[in-house]
């Protein structure tokens, strides 16, 4: 069974600072997805990583994908006040998408 | 013109009773899921449909049946809630077997 693990599940981090989320999983999958979502909202997609050595950047969200460690990161850069949300990493794997636990950023000004 | 709608966004029930929700998606897609996000916020794949055939069934107590009248909708009927039942359900659609969904804005269910 597909496992997604995240960490940290919580994270709080002063304005202008970097972190990093980390996702790791435990089969290989097709593709590795990240999507954010706010309080009581639903699920925005923000990247789609498709292969070994992907890295993707938009903004100050920057993820990367490493197949043979069986992991994928979000980096963030400079973080500001709008950046607060929950994170979820979801792996894919035989057309079905299984869920990291999230990770629930604070961004503290 | 939103992509993927569900009604009612909010549902307030008793134990036992039935209810269904009700999921479109205008995107064209042809692969449909629910999803459901426990109160810790983990979220874990319910049902897909492609095409209107049943594709994932993931273990899920069968008071829970999802119907596709067609390519663009997959509603959710649900019987005898309990109050384990309470979370948030999401649909979502994707399309062409590549599992980037996009997703309804939820329905918050409540069993009291």
């Known amino acids: 069974e597909l496992k997604v693990e995240q960490n940290p599940l919580f994270l709080s981090m002063q304005e202008g600072k970097n972190y990093t989320i980390y996702c790791n999983y435990s089969?290989?999958?097709?593709?590795l997805y990240w999507y954010r979502q706010d309080p009581g909202k639903s699920l925005e997609s923000l990247f789609v990583?498709?292969?070994?050595?992907a890295v993707k950047q938009e903004g100050r969200l920057m993820a990367s994908l490493d197949t043979k460690a069986r992991l994928s990161t979000l980096h963030i850069t400079a973080a500001v006040h709008d950046l607060s949300a929950t994170y979820f990493c979801?792996?894919?794997?035989?057309?079905?998408?299984?869920f990291g636990t999230g990770t629930r950023l604070t961004i503290i000004p | 013109d939103t992509a993927v709608s569900q009604t009612p966004k909010y549902l307030v029930t008793q134990m036992g009773n039935d209810k269904s929700i009700k999921c479109e998606q205008n995107?064209?897609?042809?692969?449909m899921y629910w999803y459901k996000q426990d109160s810790k916020k983990f979220l874990k794949i319910m049902f897909s449909?492609?095409?209107?055939?049943?594709?994932i069934n993931e273990t899920v107590p069968n008071r829970f049946s999802p119907k596709s009248p067609d390519k663009a909708h997959l509603n959710l009927h649900i019987n005898s809630l309990e109050l384990g039942d309470s979370a948030v359900y999401f649909c979502?659609?994707?399309?062409?077997?590549?599992?980037?969904?996009?997703f309804g804005q939820g329905t918050r269910l409540t069993v009291v």
């Open positions: 979502a659609s994707s399309h062409g077997g590549v599992a980037e969904a996009f």
């Open positions: 979801a792996v894919d794997r035989n057309e079905k998408l299984t």
């Open positions: 995107l064209g897609h042809d692969t």
């Open positions: 990583l498709l292969s070994n050595g």
């Open positions: 449909y492609n095409n209107k055939e049943l594709i």
């Open positions: 089969t290989t999958s097709d593709r």
